[in-house]
Each structure stands twice: as C-alpha cells, then as structure tokens.
C-alpha cells in the first residue's frame, strides 16, 4: 500500500552547532541501479523524482533547510581523531516509517567542509556491498540501517584497496538517527556543554521516548547501553563482523550502519577479521562485544558531568549481564525453541558452539536446518547425530512451524558478493545482484 511521502527538516531542534550545509556534487550521468520497494512512501516516485530526490538532491520535495553534513569526532581504532565529521555523505531529510522518525542519509554524494583530502566519492563496488549487507542483516533481524537508493554516477573513481580506475555511485539509506557517540565526542572536545544537554533532549524525545521531567540524564545513558548491548549480542548471533567499530560508527540509537570493510561468518571463528587494516585485530568478531563496550565508556567519560561517577557505573556494570541475556534470547529465538532454565539453556549453548567448532557446517547452515527441524526431522537426524547438539535440542519445544525454503540456507559470504560484482563489473549484469537480493527476502518469510 503506497504512502503520502511528507519530508521533514532533519534535526530541526538543533542548530547549526551540530552541522554544516552541504553542496551534492554534479555528476556525469545518474542511473537508477536499485529501488528498495519496501519504503512504500516513495514507490510512486518515478524515475526523474527519483534522480531528483536520491541523486540530485535538489528535489522540490525537500524542506528548505536540507542536506545537512554532520559534525562529528571519534576514537578510531582507540585513538581520538578530531579531524572527522560527514565527509562523503550529508542527512538529507528525516521522515516517518511505521511511526519511526528515520533519517535520509546520503554516501557518495559528493566533498562536504569535512572531506579533508578525499573525493566525498563511493565506489559502485562498495555501494553494492552496503545495498547486500544492509538488506540482509535487517532479514535476520538485526537492527540495521536499510538501503532506499543506488545510482551509479559516471565517474572514474581511483582506490588504493581496489583495481582502478573503478565506478562510482551515490547511495541513499534510511538509519534511525545519524548521531553517535562521536557527536557528543565533538560537543564535548569544544566544551559545549548546553549543546550536549540539547543532544540528550533531542534523543530522548525523538527516539527514546524519555521524558524531561524524569531523571533524564540517567535514563538516556541507561538506554545506550541496553541498546548497545543488544547490538553487540545481534551480531555475535548472526556471525557479522562490522570491521570497523569506532566511536564514530556506534550509532547512540543501537542502530548498526555504514559498511565498509565487513564479513559473515563461514565457520565460527573468533579470530575473523573484517577489514585488512585491523593488523591487531581490535575489531575481531571475538572481540566486538568488548570494543562496542570501550566505545560506551568513553560516552560515560562525558556523562560524568551530568551524572556521579557512581552511578555511571552501576550502570556499566549491566552491560555483560544484558549481552549474555540477549546472546541466549537471539540465539534460541534464530533455532525457533523456546527456552527452559538457566541450566539447561547454557547445556544447550554450549553444545552447540561445540557442534560449531567442529567446522563441518558452515555457521548459517546449522540455524537454517534446526530452524526447520519438525519439517526436516529424518534429514537433520541424520545429519547430526554424531553430536550432542542434537539430543540436548530434541529437549526443546519449538516455537512455531515454519515454511520450508527450497533452497540450501541463504548466505552472503565474501565470494559470493565478489561473484556478484564481477558479473557487473565485467558485464554489466545485474542478475546475480537481484537474484541475491530476492533470496535475502525469502528469508522474511519463514
């Protein structure tokens, strides 16, 4: 069912404190590539609104005050940078989805006054990447930005970490706010103390639903962390690694987004690295849950001048509490069993990270098998049982029953999207890249 489209000014609240007006670059041609056709309040746009919306940005749909480049510090890879902000990308307009305010940010759309020395440029590659990613952890619940628009945009484009000269394109998502610990890094790097009261009001109102006349203060701290404990447990469950968990990256909405460098898990592996540059491996897949944890440290560092250190604390302290509480809720909500005590949901945990340790199947393959047990009985019998995983699931009820799917389980591995891409690379064909899109929305289904 199509939606009146109605766009507002983004964080029409703040001021020009928290951002800088952008200029979207001009490019050489502007061709639709992907329509996500699950944000109906923009279906009925046809291709020149589109263009005009999502790539031009110069839409007669927009507020007057729009394409709003935000400002920004952040601690990457654990030291502070205060030369960041939104560099290849601005918030065009903020609207609203099921009764969700949500924000229209661009990538690729061209040098803002923070680009500093690069081109403000997105390569195709990575945008398709983001358009996989994005569309595919939202599928298995992960709260996640989405994808609304790709347009390839006819410049040639050099990488050091691609060959090149390569595509370019602008990509637009839908993300549930776009502040971040980093943006209250920024406030409190100049000492703006007011401004980062404002940004607390701000949250609180639009996304958290927290009252002022409560101990607001308190409570929107207490907030992040839930929800940023459930982020880090999100992706512990489906076996994402982000690659690059910096402050500046750590949405304070608990919200994932901006992919770059990422992987899926093929085998559990708490080693697994995302992004080549990670020589340490700080962001690790093993080690996400300690380092979205550092990151909220550092925003508790700045709340220690609206709340006692005491307090910041006790709340911190949760924080293991909450991820292994969510650990155990996504993972037997992702097998479809309902859970028991506490003894016997950590026996079953624990014999199923030892089935995933064998490395006999892939990470995703045992969830897609288990998930269907009651209507693949004979066959998953048979294909476990040699492990203990199997007699410590037969003790669980499952939820519900599910539809089938036809196919093997659904995967997004890094060969799989490399195929993707050298198929449009080389050819120019699509196929592979909507074909991957559809499966990912079989997984919606069942």
């Known amino acids: 069912m199509k939606q009146s489209l109605e766009l507002y000014q983004p964080y029409k609240d703040l001021n020009a404190e928290f951002y800088e007006q952008a200029e979207p670059a001009i490019f050489p041609f502007y061709k639709i590539r992907y329509k996500n056709m699950n944000f109906p ?33 952040g601690h990457q890879f654990q030291t502070y940078n205060p030369e960041l902000g939104d560099g290849r990308g601005f918030t065009i307009a903020q609207f609203y989805h099921n009764k969700k305010l949500l924000d229209l940010g661009t990538k690729g759309s061209g040098r803002t006054k923070f680009s500093r020395s690069g081109d403000g440029r997105l390569t195709l590659k990575g945008a398709v990447r983001e358009v996989l990613c994005s569309e595919y952890l939202h599928a298995l619940g992960v709260n996640t930005s989405r994808s609304i628009s790709l347009i390839e945009t006819g410049e040639n484009l050099y990488r050091n970490d691609e060959p090149s000269p390569t595509r370019s394109a602008v990509l637009v998502r839908a993300s549930h706010s776009h502040l971040r610990i980093g943006s209250f890094q920024y406030q409190a790097y100049h000492r703006k103390t007011e401004n980062l009261e404002k940004l607390i009001d701000y949250i609180c109102k639009n996304y958290f639903n927290l009252k002022s006349e409560n101990d607001q203060k308190l409570e929107f701290f207490n907030e992040v962390v839930e929800r940023l404990a459930m982020l880090a447990a999100s992706y512990t469950v489906t076996g994402f690694v ?27 592996d708490l080693e697994k690295i995302a992004a080549y540059f990670d020589h340490s491996g700080l962001y690790k897949y093993g080690n996400q849950a300690n380092a979205i944890f550092w990151n909220i440290q550092q925003l508790a560092s700045i709340m220690t001048t609206f709340i006692s250190k005491e307090q910041l604390v006790n709340i911190l302290k949760q924080y293991a509490d909450l991820y292994n509480r969510n650990l155990q809720i996504l993972t037997f909500k992702r097998l479809n069993i309902t859970m028991k005590s506490e003894a016997e949901n950590l026996e079953l945990l624990n014999s199923f990270y030892e089935l995933q340790t064998t490395k006999h199947f892939f990470y995703e393959e045992i969830f897609h098998d288990f998930k269907n047990f009651l209507q693949n009985y004979d066959y998953v019998s048979k294909k476990y049982s040699s492990y203990s995983f199997l007699k410590e699931f037969k003790k669980f009820h499952q939820v519900q029953e599910v539809n089938s799917i036809n196919e093997n389980f659904i995967r997004l591995f890094y060969d799989d999207i490399e195929n993707i891409w050298n198929a449009i690379n080389d050819e120019d064909n699509w196929s592979l890249f909507d074909k991957k899109l559809k499966s990912i929305n079989k997984i919606r289904e069942y």
């Open 41 to 73: 309040e923009f279906t009925n746009l046809d291709d020149n609104a589109w263009i005009n919306l999502f790539g031009k940005f110069k839409s007669n749909l927009l507020p007057e005050n729009h394409n709003l480049a935000l400002k920004y510090h």
């Open 242 to 268: 982000h690659g690059v968990l910096n402050t500046d990256n750590m949405n304070i909405t608990g919200e994932s987004f901006d992919y770059g460098p990422y992987r899926m898990l093929e085998h559990y």
